[in-house]
């Protein structure tokens, strides 16, 4: 499965078999995590593989209600209070692509920033005092029966929820719609970003794009989770270049940029 295959399957799954991971899908997922690395030059992020399932008992891990029948999760620690001043973005970014990876191996997940106990599961990845959980996933088997709770949240049609292509884009300044027919090759990537998950679909990302350079910003939200939804973006972004084969990468410029109140300039896209 491609990324952008990856990224468009990709739905929140909040019903599963209760069947525990195959011992074959945790190695796949264990020695994926190990391979990876935190982008932007940034500190290292700690995602773990955990069990509510030890022999023949089973440890309280809370959802508040949201996740029902899961038995594996991944959870996304990294430094409190970091110094690393896109410590956010980067530590999402990874976990984005974690969470495709368990996407193209048929798997269900389910972004959670809020909605569990951290107490419950503090003790299951040593969380230690200088460290915060900051994300947790269910990962595991879809059950095909929808719970009320996915009825609630609309887990089918994602992508007609979403904000249109021109309301999230810009060509230039923040007064220029950019359109699709206008993004020439960041089409595609930029599609990819449009859908790409976040807390209570707010879609919290601005893109300007100017000639071949992209700048991301982040669209100032009340709810807390403005950067690491921008960096789930930003994964999706730059995953979905490579896979294209359009060259650049990423850097914080700078020179003056195009300002709107309520946005805030985080990174460009350069060739």
């Known amino acids: ?89 980067a ?10 990876f368990c996407t193209g191996l048929g798997l269900g997940t389910c972004w959670l920033g809020g909605s569990f106990s951290r107490k419950d599961f503090a003790g299951q990845v040593n969380l230690q005092p200088n460290e915060i959980l900051r994300i947790v996933s269910p990962v595991g088997y879809i059950n095909p029966a929808l719970r009320f709770t996915e009825r609630l949240f609309g887990s089918k049609g994602k992508h007609l929820s979403r904000k ?34 976040s807390a209570n679909n707010q879609q919290p990302w601005r893109v300007i794009l100017n000639g071949y350079t992209v700048h991301f910003y982040q669209h100032v939200s009340a709810i807390g989770f403005s950067a690491i939804d921008l960096g789930i973006a930003l994964c999706h972004f730059e995953q979905s270049c490579k896979e294209h084969e359009i060259p650049g990468e990423y850097v914080v410029l700078e020179k003056k940029l195009p300002q709107k109140k309520g946005k805030k300039y985080v990174i460009s896209w350069m060739e």
């Open 1 to 89: 499965m491609t990324i952008t295959e990856a990224i468009k399957k990709r739905r929140s799954v909040r019903n599963y078999t209760g069947e525990s991971l195959s011992e074959a899908h945790k190695n796949l997922i264990t020695d994926f995590i190990a391979e990876l690395k935190a982008p932007f030059d940034a500190p290292p992020v700690r995602i773990q593989l955990i069990h509510a399932n030890q022999g023949t008992g089973r440890v309280k891990l809370g959802t508040y209600g949201f996740i029902g029948g899961a038995s594996d999760f991944l959870t996304l620690v990294y430094e409190k209070n970091s110094s690393f001043p896109l410590m956010e973005e």
């Open 91 to 100: 530590a999402a970014y990874a976990f984005e692509q974690v969470i495709l």
């Open 164 to 197: 249109s292509f021109e309301s999230l884009f810009f060509q230039g300044d923040f007064h220029t719609p950019l359109y699709p027919e206008d993004a020439d090759i960041y089409k595609d990537p930029l599609e990819m970003v449009r859908i790409a998950p």
